[in-house]
């Protein structure tokens, strides 16, 4: 079993930046696919970005330019800094582990982007 504890939500003007932790469990952890989700209200959930245990990253358009993945394999942790916050990004954000044939998910942290 593989625990995911996010945290960093808030509220936050638009234009604003705030910087998600995912910090995991395990032994195994620079060998994790990670990712970042959200669900917005009344939306499915959807990718907002992945790291690769080698590094790789991808994001979703929406996000492409203002947010940043990036994972310390030495503290079992990844982080996502999100700049130039929108209202549209106003979401339930979840944290995400692959490994093998498994699926490991957070409890979420909430972010508002509201003036």
């Known amino acids: 079993q593989v625990q995911l504890v996010e945290s960093g939500g808030g509220l936050v003007q638009p234009g604003g930046s705030l910087r998600l932790s995912c910090a995991a469990s395990g032994s195994l952890f620079s060998i994790y696919a990670m990712g970042w989700y959200r669900r917005a209200p009344g939306k499915q959930r959807e990718l907002v970005a992945a790291?690769?245990?080698?590094?790789?990253?991808n994001y979703a358009n929406s996000v492409k330019g203002r947010f940043t993945i990036s994972r310390d394999n030495a503290k079992n942790t990844v982080y996502l800094q999100m700049n130039s916050l929108k209202p549209e990004d106003t979401a339930v954000y979840y944290c995400?582990?692959?490994?093998?044939?498994?699926?490991?998910w957070g409890q979420g942290t909430q972010v508002t982007v509201s003036s």
């Open positions: 790291i690769t245990s080698g590094g790789r990253t």
């Open positions: 995400n582990a692959d490994i093998y044939s498994s699926s490991y």
